[in-house]
């Protein structure tokens, strides 16, 4: 625990006379594993030093013999993992003299470039399939001032459109398909070693762009290559049923999930996550719709935590796994849940028992709560 070089970061002192190290976001804390000199002018929102929390309910549920943690990507500023690429994304932009971003977004990337662009003055442009983007993702986007375009097509669509406009006009892609993101998401594999002490043996992950899962992996062979750890886990990504191409192995045209994170038909990382899988000596799987909300509503319920549909396809695809006994006993998971409940407020109430209204009287109320 607690292995963080806190070396150019904040000091300050706490009111009860300790000492306090505040973090001082991914770039200062694994600066010399990133693409990033003196002169680059690091814009931050405090992101990462996410919690590993761990999920004995989980393992109770599934199998007790397995050690399983949550890395809670939902905690960082904007509500997802995204804000570790971001803040390289945007720190390179401004380096380079950019005035201005674009991306496609199932709505994380769009709310994470948003509010980074925010920070950095740059203008923010971003495009997001109409109707699958969900509440939350939208309105973080619009806040925080970005120009929203949502186009009548789906995210494979928008995101060509965008890779074309930045090839041509000045404004940089801020993608994963931008070096810079996996650059900044690999961080969130150091972090898991650092806070376990070890690497798991299984990293367990959802797949939509592909690029989250090969930014694991990058960073896991980083830490083994610098001899900070001896193993390396195996990287098992999962995709939802109706929009499962790398698991298919065929673009999809029309992808289809109630996970619209993930609703994507033909993953610009495709081949990277492919590279994750097979080196890693881990594979991809699917779990249907009615699997991922079972599984969102019993992370909430028994953990006590609240994560997007995206994230819970990772719980219910470690609860199809270690059905199909994929996994040693004893082993050590770790899976990530990439973004918050709260960016889709929609699918939990539909996935929710609906508030009863009463009136204002002490009686009505007794009569509900069946104390
Ligand atoms: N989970 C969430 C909550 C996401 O927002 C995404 C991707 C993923 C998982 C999949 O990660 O694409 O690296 O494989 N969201 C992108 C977006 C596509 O536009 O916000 P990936």
């Known amino acids: 625990m607690g292995q963080y070089?806190?070396?150019?970061?904040?000091?300050?002192?706490?009111?009860?006379?300790?000492v306090m190290s505040a973090w001082p976001g991914v770039i200062e804390t694994y600066r010399k594993y990133l693409p990033v000199t003196e002169k680059t002018p690091v814009v931050t929102l405090y992101e990462g030093n996410t919690p590993l929390v761990p999920a004995p309910r989980l393992a109770e549920a599934t199998d007790p013999s397995l050690e399983i943690y949550l890395k809670c990507e939902g905690f960082n500023p904007t509500g997802s993992f995204k804000d570790r690429g971001m803040t390289m994304a945007m720190s390179k932009a401004l380096e380079a003299g950019s005035r201005a971003v674009i991306c496609a977004s199932t709505g994380n990337t769009s709310a994470s470039a948003a509010a980074f662009a925010a920070r950095a003055g740059l203008r923010a442009f971003v495009m997001v399939p109409k109707g699958a983007i969900a509440?939350?993702?939208?309105?973080?986007?619009?806040?925080?001032?970005?120009?929203?375009?949502?186009?009548?097509?789906n995210f494979d669509q928008a995101l060509s459109i965008v890779r074309q406009i930045a090839?041509?006009?000045?404004?940089?892609?801020?993608?994963?398909?931008?070096?810079?993101?996996?650059?900044?998401?690999?961080?969130?594999?150091?972090?898991v070693v650092d806070q376990l002490g070890r690497p798991p043996d299984y990293h367990l992950i959802p797949v939509g762009n592909a690029g989250n899962i090969s930014a694991y992996w990058r960073g896991y062979r980083e830490y083994h290559r610098d001899g900070k750890i001896k193993d390396l886990p195996r990287m098992v990504g999962f995709q939802a049923a109706g929009a499962a191409p790398i698991y298919e192995n065929r673009i999809i045209d029309e992808p289809r999930t109630v996970a619209t994170a993930i609703k994507i038909g033909n993953p610009a990382s495709w081949g990277l996550a492919l590279e994750a899988m097979q080196d890693s000596q881990g594979w991809i799987e699917v779990v249907t719709d009615e699997e991922i909300l079972r599984a969102y509503r019993l992370l909430a319920r028994e953990e006590g935590i609240f994560m997007e549909p995206a994230s819970a396809a990772t719980v219910?695809?470690?609860?199809?796994?270690?059905k199909a006994g994929r996994f040693e006993p004893g082993s050590t998971l770790v899976l990530t849940l990439t973004g918050?409940?709260?960016?889709?407020?929609?699918?939990?109430?539909?996935?929710?028992?609906?508030?009863?209204?009463?009136?204002?009287?002490?009686?009505?109320?007794?009569?509900?709560?069946?104390?």
Do not use: C, W, Y
Not at 167 to 191: D, H, I, W
Not at 344 to 357: F, H, I, K, V, Y
């Open 135 to 153: 509440l939350g993702k939208l309105s973080q986007a619009a806040i925080h001032g970005a120009k929203v375009l949502t186009v009548d097509g």
């Open 5 to 18: 070089d806190f070396e150019g970061g904040l000091r300050g002192g706490g009111s009860n006379g300790l």
């Open 167 to 191: 090839e041509t006009q000045p404004v940089t892609l801020v993608n994963s398909v931008n070096p810079f993101r996996l650059e900044g998401q690999k961080t969130a594999a150091f972090e």
């Open 316 to 322: 219910a695809g470690l609860m199809k796994m270690v």
């Open 340 to 371: 918050h409940g709260l960016k889709d407020p929609d699918t939990a109430l539909e996935s929710a028992t609906r508030p009863t209204t009463v009136p204002a009287s002490i009686d009505a109320v007794l009569a509900q709560l069946g104390l």
